[in-house]
C-alpha cells in the first residue's frame, strides 16, 4: 500500500455540515483586531455574543476542526451568520459585550438572574418637598439620593414612618400632593406641616428633612440629639403623652443607629466592599458575593448556572458575569471588589468598572481578607452542595425533560399555556415563559379569543392561539399544556398546521388510590401530577424528579392565575355592562 494511501486512511473524514466549512472561510476574512462577534440562527436572530482579543483566531475557533465543548458543539450547529465589531481594545470590547447582551438577550448567553434585592432609602430632591421613601429597585438618576442596601430584618420601613412622623414630613404620592386643595388628616393629627397647602416654607421644611436625612447619610447623631431635646421640652410643659410618644420612637432610631455603628478591626479603612468567589461542580458554577457597607457584613447574593453554558474560560465567564450584574442599577456599588481571580481578569474587570457611575477597584485579596475571601468560596461550595441533595437545581429538571424528549440539548425556554372560558363566553388565554428554570415575566401575554357561535371550540382556540403567537417569533423550545392527551394532540396538530415541530407536553393529575396490607383503603388518595408525553406509553409522574417537577407544576399555575385573572375581569364587563360578545380580535 502507496504513503499516500496509508496517509488518507490516518486522517479522519470532515463531518462539517457546508454551512460550517462556509463559516470558516468568512471567519479567516475577519481583521485580527479586538472587537464583539455576534452569531445569528437560520431567522437571523442573534442567539450568542461573544467578546474576543483577536476577532479572527476567536471566531475561527468556533468553525474549525480544533476540540470544542458540549455548549460550543451545539451553538454551532445553530449558526448560519454572524457579525462583528471592531473596538480600540479589551476593555472597551468587555463594555460593548455586555450593552449587546443586554439588549438582545441571546439564548446562549448567561444570563443575570438576581437572588436577593435589599432595602434601600431614597430622596428624590428633583420633587417639590421630598419625602423619604422605601424602595427595593432602584433606578438612578440625577437628583435622586440612595441611601443603603441596608440589610435584611434591619426595620428601615419602620424606621422611615417613624423619621416621617417625627419631623412632620410629606409622605403623601406627588400625584395626591399636587391635586391637594386643603391639609388632609395627617395635618390635624400634627403628622405633617402640610407643604401641599404653604403650611410651611421650603427653608424650615428643608431642616426637618435634613434631620431625618442623617439617620442615613451620617451617624444618625443629629437626629437623635434634635428629638431628645424635643422630648424633653415636651415633658416639661407637662405635655407628657407626646413626650412619651418621641421616647418610644427614640427607641426605634436609637437600635438602628447602634446596628449600623458596628465595625469589623480588620477592614476598619475599607467601609464598601465585595468579596467574590466562585466554585466549579460536576454539574454546575456557583458563584457568591458578600457585600459588606459601612464596614460591617451586610448579607450575600448566590447566582449558579450550569457547566454547558460555559463557551469561554471559566474566568473569563464569571468575569462577564459580574460585569453584567455591577451594570444594573440593583445594588450600591462598592469602593472595592475582591475576587481570587488572575491580575489580568482583575484588571480587565476594573477598565470596565470605569464605564460606571462610580470608580471601582478590583484586586486580589490582601492578607487581611483571606479569612473573608475562604469564607465566601465556602458559601459558595456549600450552596451548591446543599441545592443538590435537596434536588433544587433547576439544571438537574431540565436535562430529566431532555432526556424524556429526546432532546439533543436541554431546553432552555418554555411556554406554557392554559385557556379559560365559561359556556363559550369571553375565552381568554395565557403565555407564561420560563427561562432556565425560572419566569421570564416581561415574556408573559394575555390573549383575548374569539367567541364562536358553536361554543367551546379547542381546535379553533389554539389554532388562533399559535397562529398569534407564531406571528411574535422567537418560539420556546418546549410547549406545555394545561390537560391531558386530548389537549396535547390538538395543540401539536394546529402546530403542524404551522410547520412547527417543537416538542409539547401535557401536564394532569390523576387520583391514584394507594393500598394498605394489601387491601384498598378508599380514605387513603393522593393526587398526582403527571407529565403526559406523545408517544410514551405512560404519563412521567412528576414526583419522580423534585426539580422537574417544581418548574412544571410552577408554571401551570402561574398559567391559571393569569388567564383566569383575565377571564374574570372579561365576565364582569360581559356581565355588568352586558356586552355582546366580543366581534374583533384586540391587539395582545
Not at 210 to 231: H, P, V, Y
Request: hydrophobic share 35%; proline share 4%; charged share 30%.
Amino acid at each position: 500500500m502507496s504513503d499516500s494511501v496509508k496517509d488518507n486512511q490516518k486522517q479522519p473524514s470532515d463531518k462539517r455540515s457546508p454551512i460550517t466549512l462556509k463559516m470558516e472561510e468568512k471567519a479567516r476574512l475577519l481583521p485580527t483586531l479586538p472587537g464583539c462577534y455576534l452569531m445569528k440562527n437560520k431567522n437571523d436572530q442573534i442567539i450568542y455574543v461573544g467578546k474576543a482579543k483577536n476577532l479572527r483566531s476567536r471566531v475561527l475557533s468556533y468553525f474549525n476542526n480544533s476540540p470544542k465543548n458540549a455548549k460550543t458543539e451545539i451553538l454551532v450547529t445553530h449558526i448560519i451568520d454572524f457579525d462583528f465589531l471592531i473596538t480600540e481594545n479589551d476593555a472597551e470590547s468587555f463594555v460593548l459585550e455586555n450593552n449587546l447582551i443586554k439588549k438582545h438577550t441571546p439564548k446562549y448567553n448567561i444570563r443575570l438572574k438576581d437572588d436577593k434585592s435589599y432595602p434601600y432609602v431614597v430622596i428624590n430632591t428633583n420633587e417639590q418637598f421630598p419625602r423619604l421613601e422605601f424602595i427595593r429597585r432602584v433606578k438612578r438618576g440625577k437628583g435622586i439620593e440612595v441611601f443603603g442596601p441596608f440589610v435584611t430584618g434591619s426595620n428601615v420601613w419602620e424606621v422611615i414612618s417613624t423619621l416621617t412622623k417625627c419631623f412632620s414630613l410629606r409622605d403623601c404620592k406627588l400625584t395626591d400632593f399636587k391635586a391637594r386643595k386643603e391639609p388632609c388628616l395627617l395635618y390635624q393629627m400634627k403628622q405633617c406641616t402640610a407643604p401641599c397647602v404653604g403650611k410651611i416654607s421650603v427653608s424650615d421644611y428643608e431642616k426637618d428633612l435634613f434631620l431625618a436625612r442623617d439617620m442615613f447619610s451620617g451617624t444618625g447623631a443629629k437626629t437623635i440629639k434634635e428629638l431628645e431635646k424635643r422630648m424633653h421640652a415636651f415633658a416639661e410643659n407637662e405635655e407628657f403623652e407626646k413626650a412619651a410618644q418621641l421616647r418610644d420612637n427614640l427607641v426605634v432610631l436609637i437600635d438602628f443607629a447602634n446596628k449600623f455603628k458596628q465595625s469589623n478591626a480588620e477592614i476598619e479603612n475599607e467601609h464598601n466592599i465585595d468579596i467574590v468567589a466562585y466554585y466549579q461542580g460536576e454539574i454546575e458554577i456557583d458563584i457568591s458575593l458578600y457585600m459588606m457597607r459601612n464596614g460591617i457584613l451586610l448579607g450575600h447574593k448566590n447566582f449558579s448556572f450550569s457547566n454547558i453554558e460555559i463557551v469561554e474560560d471559566i474566568e473569563d465567564t464569571v468575569n462577564n458575569f459580574l460585569f453584567q450584574y455591577y451594570s444594573t442599577t440593583y445594588d450600591s456599588l462598592p469602593e472595592l471588589v475582591i475576587t481570587h481571580f488572575s491580575q489580568e481578569a482583575n484588571a480587565l474587570l476594573e477598565s470596565g468598572m470605569q464605564t460606571l457611575q462610580k470608580e471601582i477597584q478590583v484586586r486580589s485579596p490582601q492578607k487581611k481578607f483571606d479569612s473573608l475571601i475562604s469564607l465566601t468560596r465556602e458559601h459558595a461550595f456549600e450552596q451548591q452542595r446543599v441545592r443538590m441533595l435537596h434536588e433544587d437545581s433547576v439544571y438537574v429538571g431540565l436535562n430529566k425533560l431532555k432526556d424524556l424528549l429526546g432532546l439533543r440539548e436541554r431546553p432552555v425556554v418554555l411556554e406554557c399555556y392554559d385557556v379559560a372560558i365559561f359556556q363559550g363566553t369571553s375565552p381568554t388565554a395565557s403565555q407564561i415563559v420560563f427561562h432556565d428554570g425560572k419566569p421570564d415575566k416581561k415574556k408573559y401575554r394575555y390573549y383575548h379569543l374569539e367567541e364562536r357561535p358553536e361554543g367551546n371550540n379547542d381546535f379553533a382556540m389554539m389554532k388562533e392561539l399559535i397562529t398569534r403567537r407564531s406571528d411574535n417569533g422567537n418560539l420556546p423550545d418546549v410547549f406545555i399544556v394545561d390537560g391531558g392527551l386530548g389537549q396535547v394532540n390538538i395543540f401539536k396538530e394546529a402546530l403542524k398546521e404551522f410547520g412547527i415541530a417543537i416538542p409539547v407536553v401535557g401536564i394532569a393529575k390523576s387520583k391514584v388510590v394507594r393500598t394498605k396490607n394489601g387491601f384498598k383503603n378508599e380514605d387513603i388518595k393522593k393526587s398526582e401530577e403527571r407529565l403526559v408525553i406523545p408517544g410514551r406509553s405512560n404519563p412521567y409522574m412528576l414526583n419522580s424528579n423534585r426539580s422537574l417537577f417544581k418548574i412544571i407544576v410552577q408554571m401551570r399555575d402561574e398559567a391559571h392565575r393569569f388567564s383566569r385573572k383575565l377571564h374574570h375581569k372579561e365576565e364582569s364587563k360581559r356581565v355588568f355592562n352586558k356586552k355582546g360578545p366580543r366581534k374583533k380580535k384586540p391587539v395582545i
